[in-house]
DNA sequence: GTTTCTGGTCTCAGTTAGAGACTGCAAGCG
DNA sequence: CGCTTGCAGTCTCTAACTGAGACCAGAAAC
């Protein structure tokens, strides 16, 4: 379980080596916990800095500036800068964080739709609420 | 940005509590390192508890363990105990964790296709290759 | 003069994931 | 008989990552 052979079992039937399968190099950025919910913040309108720290209260300074910065190194937004006093920055999706969103639609469908369920069975199986819930 | 005030923007213009989204509630689960993932080698057939361990060379035991708890939890997948010595444990998809898996296709061939593009400007953009990449 | 705003970076603590040892029992092998 | 293997997990230790919040410099509002 420790040994990494190559040829691991991956998404559609991905053959290579695990850390090369693209499915997983892109799900492992959505999936994080604030990049999805910043590009579906900028798919409405572009957004600076600081209102994107407004739009989402919870996110720190560091984890918005990390994010934002891979966002922008996938070619999923755009960043640019006004050279004013204080300079002002402007974050917005590109094409492809908008086709990426499109793509989403489905699964965003069936997460509301089955979400009630989900969160009933959750809640059926115990205590286990958020992330992986070992026990302490 | 450290106040949390509900109403805050969420996927699909969700307007209660961020913790209650109900898409934020499933993505946190399946964007995770290892449940798609499992899931996916689920698909084919049902699997025994090492033999998952087997099919994903680099996850670890403790983890296989506490993914599949609360896989089980969101009732996505069924568990099953044969009471032989020593005792059995077989997995296996439910018909949620299959409509989640087909609500997932447009996603996954949205990442076939961007993939290529996505790591030449990864690498264009330089080194920040993994997770949220933080200068050290 | 003090506060507030701009876009970030830095450091410190707390949480979390990964590696690998450990459990107890049964079967295979020499 | 003794050794190793496999079963399904759990436990502990350490490494990594995350969040909170201080800090920077200049300008505008009060």
Redesign the pocket.
């Known amino acids: 379980m ?1 040994t990494k052979t190559s040829a691991a079992v991956c998404i559609d039937g991905w053959s290579g080596d695990l850390d090369t399968c693209p499915v997983r190099q892109v799900l492992d950025r959505i999936g ?3 990049s999805l919910l910043l590009l579906l913040t900028l798919k409405d309108a572009p957004h ?4 994107l720290g407004r739009a989402i209260p ?6 918005l ?1 990390g994010t934002l910065k891979t966002l922008e190194a996938d070619g999923l937004i755009w960043r640019s ?1 006004e050279a004013t ?5 402007t974050y917005g999706l590109t094409a492809r964080g908008l086709s990426l969103i499109m793509a989403l639609g489905p699964l965003v469908e069936w997460a509301f739709a089955q979400a009630p369920a989900i969160l009933a069975d959750r809640r059926r199986a115990g205590g286990a609420v ?3 819930a ?2 302490p």
Do not use: L, Q
Request: glycine fraction near 4%.
């Open positions: 420790t994080d916990r604030w600076r800095f600081n209102a919870d996110i720190s300074r560091r984890m500036a800068v006093t204080p300079p002002s920055v958020s992330g992986v070992i026990a």
